[in-house]
């Protein structure tokens, strides 16, 4: 959470019968209760510690527990919520595998109910409506802890620096309850001087088990528990790896874990994807009045997580290999982990425009997402948006509806080419949007941040615009060159099936052809917007995500049956 200062709090109190806080049924209550054994605590004994890993599921018999965020360099400890007899503590960290940010003390002596983690994931995987009640309050809870206990993790920088977004733009994905503090106010200064850091080290992210100086995502992952390594990964074996979290990805994680296949998903920063940056999806099945890319990736997250999905990210891959039952994905992090089959789903990338200065700017005022983290940054400035299709206008309706004066840039002789029709009207009718068809962005102006920038009409004219953000939405590029193995189409994207010309050595081995989604690699899927052929839409992409699981399943079935040394 986005914040600065102290914020004086009441102890709060879930109200019985709220999202955060039901009440179970005497049936159900029987039922987790049957899955564990009763601890007698003293006052002030912990049940668990920030930092803890895997904490176990606890439901309070007698007495009342405070949960606490403990005191770090700058804060005191603060108690952020209270629980009763016949409450139960947990939230989304029972899931996801990350570090515990709170403690739980006894105020009092009492009794609680133990449940050991993988009994209760256990009984949730076999009782639905149990699983429901659970992932509801654990998600309510979460977003609870987004605003009460932001000062468990504090992160420090400059505004604007493309590290310090990095950062943010991790933790608002993952969700994880952070308070965002300008190194320049005074209360950053502060908060610098007492951890003793300097400008150079920033940005620095300040937490109970200590200061992390010059910090990345993949540092502060592996702080909380959520990287691969911290969660002892290394050298496992799957029977589905899926590589890259966006809404195919998501999908392919979902159907293959809910059909009993032991799954993992990797992403290079968070899962969502692209989609999770998009301002308003309105055209997805079952959803009249649109939601946010965000809200449907971080529900499908939630359900990934209610079948068993193991996450990990950041995590990139670099290479793979196929051998004759499983393939080998080989992580940035020198690790290693092995699958029966390998769905790729990391979709595409927009494109950069060949400016001076574009990397200087890019992360820190050049975007590809326009989330409320990216506005923010902007404030109510005139801020650019460069694209023609359905992204660039959410982009520019989203970026105007938070006060921002927005010029839209078309390279096309016409806004209606690649948008659809009803955002082509809302776009021509905001009051705040400018459009400039025919027009591309020649150069770049400002400091150490973006502040204006040249554009150029197809006739040759010339004109200088303000702006202190450029959100860039054109093309598609796929990165597929980690797996350069694979046949790919003149673009980078990966061909599949029908549309492979001609099968190597290795398929005659195997007496097959590739199936649907298949790959030039055996056992190597590709799905969404990666794959050549497909649609780029997010509807698209979960169809393909979820449909390339039964060729998985094919594959995976025919080592079942297959003689030894003939799979």
Known sequence: MDSEGDRQQEVFRAPAGTAANPVLTPAEMAGIAALGLTHSFRAGEYLFQA??????????????????????????????????????????????????????????????????????????????????????????????LMSTADMTLQIVGVEGSPDAMALRRYVARMELPHRWVDARTEAGRSALQVCGVVEDELPVVITRGGVHRRAAPAQLAEALGLSFRARGGAGSRFDLVVIGAGPAGLAAGIYGASEGLSTLVLDELAPGGQAASSSRIENYLGFPDGLSGADLTELAALQALKFGVRFSAPTRVIALSTGSDAVRIELDSGDAVHAGAVIVATGAQYRRLPLDRWAEFEGGSIFFAATELEARSCGARPVAVVGGA??????????????????????????????????????????????????????????????????????????????????????????????????????GFLLTDADIPAVGPAWQALNRRPLPFETSLPRVFAAGDVRHGSMKRVAAAVGEGSSAVASVHRVLARDAVAPSGQK
């Not at 965020?69 to 009763?84: F, I, L, M």
């Not at 009718?429 to 400039?436: A, E, F, Q, T, Y």
Request: charged fraction near 25%; hydrophobic fraction near 45%; aromatic fraction near 6%.
């Open 390 to 491: 359905n992204s660039a206008g959410q982009a520019a309706l989203f970026l105007a509806d938070q006060g921002s004066r927005v010029h839209l840039i078309v390279r096309g002789p016409s806004v209606r080419a690649e948008m659809s029709a009803y955002l082509v009207d809302r776009v021509l009718g905001h009051p705040r949007i400018d459009v400039l068809t025919s027009t591309q962005v020649t150069r770049l102006h400002g400091r150490s941040q973006l502040d204006a920038m040249t554009v150029t009409t197809a006739d040759g004219g010339s004109q200088r615009i303000d702006a202190a953000g450029l959100f860039c939405f054109i093309g598609a590029h796929p990165g597929t060159e980690w797996i350069s193995a694979a046949e790919r189409d003149d673009s």
């Open 51 to 144: 930092g803890d890993a895997d904490i176990d599921f606890f439901v309070i018999e007698e007495g009342e527990v405070d949960v606490v965020q403990e005191a770090t360099a700058d804060s005191p400890e603060r108690v952020v919520s209270r629980w009763q007899a016949g409450e139960f503590l947990g939230e989304l960290n029972m899931l996801n595998g990350q570090r515990s940010l709170l403690s739980a003390r006894m105020i009092r002596p009492g009794l609680v109910r133990r449940i050991p983690l993988a009994s209760l994931r256990r009984r949730m995987a076999a009782d639905h409506a149990i699983a429901d009640t659970l992932l509801s309050a654990f998600r309510a809870r979460r977003r609870l």
